[in-house]
């Protein structure tokens, strides 16, 4: 995409849209992976932070959050990244090319340092052998090492029960 060409339309959507204030950026794929290089997030988060009461909103699994430091305060108070967050085993197993559970807490507590919003989905839940045990480190983890905004919970989805049993 041409962020220089996009943040005017995106402003165009915004103006005609009052009542949106949160602006979902890159859903289909990991947005923070491709930073600093790609330049999106930055500008993105510059463009917000122009506005009053306008939000962007990343979700990822990166910890990919150092070039933050660049973003300037006002960029960084209109970003609000939510995590997806799983357990030791699913963070190291099944999502083995995304950051690690730990990781993702990191990041979290870094952005907080910085002044972005914070939030975590634990998404998805999956039952692997010692998930209970797993999900209570992380969620211990979590209130240890950061201050989330939000939490929500997100057990899984977008299959059914065959497609699950038969991966």
């Known amino acids: 995409m041409n962020i220089e060409e996009y943040i005017p339309h995106l402003h165009e959507l915004a103006m005609?849209?009052?009542?949106?204030?949160t602006f979902l950026f890159e859903d289909d794929s990991e947005a923070l992976v491709l930073e600093p290089e790609y330049g999106a997030v930055p500008a993105l988060a510059e463009?917000?932070?122009?506005?009053e009461d306008r939000y962007l909103l990343i979700h990822s699994k990166s910890?990919?959050?150092?070039?933050?430091?660049?973003?300037?305060?006002?960029?960084?108070?209109?970003?609000?990244?939510?995590?997806?967050?799983?357990?030791?085993?699913?963070?190291?197993q099944l999502e083995a090319v995304s950051a690690t559970m730990?990781?993702?807490?990191?990041?979290?507590?870094?952005?907080?340092?910085?002044?972005?919003?914070?939030?975590?989905?634990?998404?998805?839940?999956?039952p692997v052998v010692g998930w209970r045990e797993e999900?209570?480190?992380?969620?211990?983890?979590?209130?240890?090492?950061?201050?989330?905004?939000?939490?929500?919970?997100?057990?899984?989805?977008?299959?059914?029960?065959?497609?699950?049993v038969g991966s």
């Open 47 to 51: 463009y917000f932070a122009t506005t």
């Open 16 to 21: 005609a849209n009052p009542w949106e204030k």
């Open 63 to 92: 910890a990919n959050v150092d070039f933050f430091e660049e973003v300037s305060p006002a960029g960084r108070e209109h970003t609000i990244i939510v995590w997806s967050l799983t357990g030791r085993t699913q963070s190291e």
């Open 102 to 126: 730990e990781q993702r807490i990191e990041a979290a507590a870094k952005c907080h340092e910085m002044g972005i919003t914070t939030r975590f989905k634990f998404k998805p839940i999956v």
């Open 135 to 164: 999900i209570a480190e992380m969620t211990r983890l979590v209130f240890e090492r950061t201050h989330p905004d939000l939490i929500a919970l997100f057990t899984l989805a977008w299959m059914t029960y065959d497609e699950l």
